[in-house]
């Protein structure tokens, strides 16, 4: 059994979306902040739909995770392309000795664990292959 379609299908599942300060351009995801971390511009936010491609800037690989998933798992921090943004993800047909700073990737919406007989679903990155 998978996730429900009501909830596969919802905006913020489909769409990577985050908050731009309209002051200095910082992008903020996925928490909003009243204050702009970067310039301190207070409540001068605009909804922008972020990149689905960008750059390992670090990563771990977890050797040590709840039986739900697969190791080794690759998690990194991504730099997403203009207008900009940072995600945690985790990736996906990649394996542990692929993993580099600087990989390109591009956001997949996949099947991240099961739980109970669901299948739950987020965001993951895979490598961009040319």
Known sequence: MSTPPLFRE????LK?????CENCGYV???E???ICVKCGTVDQWKVVKLAK???????IIQHYLPAMFETPLPLAIIDLDPPG???YGMLTETKAEEMKVG?????NFREIYYDRG???HSIKFKPIRE
């Open 32 to 34: 909003y902040h009243k």
């Open 10 to 13: 919802t905006p913020i599942n």
């Open 103 to 107: 990989l390109r990737v591009e956001v």
């Open 85 to 87: 943004g940072r995600v």
């Open 118 to 120: 669901l299948g739950i």
């Open 16 to 20: 990577l979306e985050g908050k731009q």
């Open 28 to 30: 903020s995801y996925p």
């Open 53 to 59: 491609k960008g750059t390992v800037m670090t990563y």
